[in-house]
């Protein structure tokens, strides 16, 4: 059916690339749009006079309903939507003058944006949008939006399948584009990397959050969950790389905690590629920049920009390559083997070279540099056999084998590359959907139908206490094995992973984020 708009030629032309609240003179137009199986008519206002209709241009072509209710959420209730896709246009109706007049001021200072690309707002030359045939995700977005608390500055942000180091820079960054941030706490519980981040603003705030949330910071992966806490200010008492209170820069340092994301992981976000001078695109209402997923479209690759951050560059940015240095070994223990399987559960490693003068120090090689990433984030300082291990970006680009005729027979150094015990040779792996730290809860796969609890028990008792042990109820062929440690953990996986358990099945143990 077609639609029936009466409106002035500005916002059917108009190409300023900001907030106006200027009109062209009215005429009516005449305009053949997509078959949304609705008539409006939108009642004309005096030129240049505000109104609770706001209009919207420049969106992408399959904007929803739903994202451009998010955009006027913030500063009051929707009560009315229309999007024309065909026209890349669309309008929302606030409930009052002084709603709209606030939308239209704030995106003047802080431009909206849907799914990586610059939408303009300014006021319609219309007073009311109304339409004659109800459309039903029309009507959903308006019913969900009723629900929405517009009143808290505090968000709660859970990341899940944290594949590249996520920093407190980096959710500055991201959440700056919607406001000012005051104060991020950040923390680990469930093995799940979690912040509390407190806007200067109920508006900012609710933009973040429905901007953002269940987008992805990189591609794949970094997935935020956010909601609103029932905390109303957050109480910060150091500022480091664990907490930080950009309102009181005074605050003393104090004892960093984070596990696993000291000073390589600041290093590590542009050594990948991920510098901070803006985003890859696939979150909605965020352009595209090195969080690839600003704008529900599945996130940019590491190393894309995004507009309106401008290029802010972390300092001492490095290169990472596919290789990394480990040192503080243990000399009497340490073996090709076991490194391979160990780094194995972040990335395919081709390469494992123990120095011959220094055997506490070791270099690996991986397929690619993410995955020598990861495993500096989630290994570094591991305890291993007694001694907390250190994990860095080598200087190296590749690992060299001996030369011919100076074969060890493996014993310092072994190649890889053609190892079926791959976990990510497959383009696309789930096992990145997978990839967790080091803990005391492993899971199990592939278990023949024949071995029993106590085989598993026993057999992993032989390296480390077996605490809990328990079978997914819908597939036996998996299970969970809790261990007295995540240091034993770690050595049950370097023995168990590829262990015979039957005459054809080898098992495949990782570390798991679940608890028995």
């Known amino acids: 059916m077609l639609l029936s708009l009466k409106r002035g030629s500005d916002e059917l032309l108009g190409h300023a690339p900001m907030v106006t609240n200027g009109a062209s003179p009215h005429i009516a137009v005449m305009e053949a749009c997509n078959n949304d199986a609705k008539k409006v008519k939108l009642d004309q206002t005096q030129l240049g006079v505000p109104s609770k209709v706001i209009h919207i241009r420049n969106m992408p072509l399959d904007t929803t309903e739903a994202e451009i209710v998010a955009l006027g959420l913030p500063f009051g209730k929707v009560t009315n939507v229309l999007v024309m896709k065909k026209k890349n246009q669309a309008f929302i109706e606030l409930q009052d003058e002084a709603q709209a007049a606030t939308m239209v001021s704030y995106h003047t200072e802080c431009p909206a944006q849907i799914r990586g690309r610059s939408v303009y707002i300014q ?66 519980k ?66 960093s905690m984070r596990m696993g994301m000291d000073h390589h992981a600041f290093s590590l976000a542009t050594s990948m590629g991920m510098g901070l001078g803006g985003m890859p695109g696939g979150m909605p209402g965020m352009p595209q920049g090195p969080f690839g997923g600003f704008g529900g479209f599945g996130g940019l690759p590491p190393g894309a920009m995004m507009p309106g951050m401008q290029g802010i560059p972390f300092p001492g940015q490095v290169t990472t390559g596919p290789v990394v240095l480990v040192s503080n070994l243990s000399e009497e223990t340490i073996t090709p083997d076991a490194l391979f399987t160990l780094f194995g559960v972040y990335g395919d490693v081709h390469r494992v070279k123990i120095l011959y003068n220094k055997k506490d120090n070791a270099l690996i090689q991986f397929a690619e540099p993410r995955q020598a990433a990861l495993a500096i984030q989630h290994l570094d300082r591991l305890l291993l056999w007694g001694k907390n291990i250190r994990v860095a970006p080598s200087k190296h680009p590749v690992v060299q084998m001996p030369k011919e005729g100076q074969t060890d027979g493996g014993k310092l150094t072994k190649d890889f590359t053609t190892s079926p015990l791959h976990r990510f040779k497959k383009k696309g792996s789930k096992n990145y959907s997978n990839i967790y730290p080091p803990s005391a809860t492993l899971h199990l796969s592939n278990i ?63 570390f798991s984020k679940s608890t028995i």
């Not at 339409?131 to 608390?149: G, H, I, K, M």
């Not at 106590?454 to 992993?460: M, Q, T, Y």
């Open 123 to 188: 006021y319609s030359t219309h007073r009311e949008l109304k339409t004659e045939v109800v459309n039903p995700s029309a009507q959903a977005a308006l019913q969900a939006a009723e629900s929405v608390q517009t009143d808290k500055t505090v968000l709660r942000i859970i990341i899940e399948n944290m594949a590249y180091p996520v920093t407190i820079d980096v959710l500055k960054q991201i959440f700056s584009k919607f406001g000012v941030v005051l104060k991020i706490i950040t923390f680990t």
């Open 448 to 510: 023949p139908p024949t071995i029993s609890e106590e085989e598993i028990k026993e057999a992993f008792n032989n390296h480390g206490t077996v605490k809990n042990f328990k079978f997914f109820p819908k597939d036996r062929k998996m299970a969970l094995i809790e261990m007295e440690s995540p240091e034993d953990a770690v050595v049950a996986l370097i023995a168990m992973h590829n262990y015979q358990l039957g005459d054809s099945s080898h098992l495949r143990v990782s």
């Open 190 to 255: 469930n093995n799940t990397f979690q912040a509390l981040l407190q806007m200067a603003d109920p508006v900012a705030a609710q933009a973040a959050k429905l901007s953002l949330d269940t987008q992805n910071i990189y591609t794949g992966c970094c997935t935020l969950r956010i909601d609103f806490s029932k905390l109303t200010n957050l109480n910060v008492k150091y500022n480091n790389d664990k907490s930080r209170d950009y309102t009181n820069p005074t605050l003393p340092g104090g004892e």
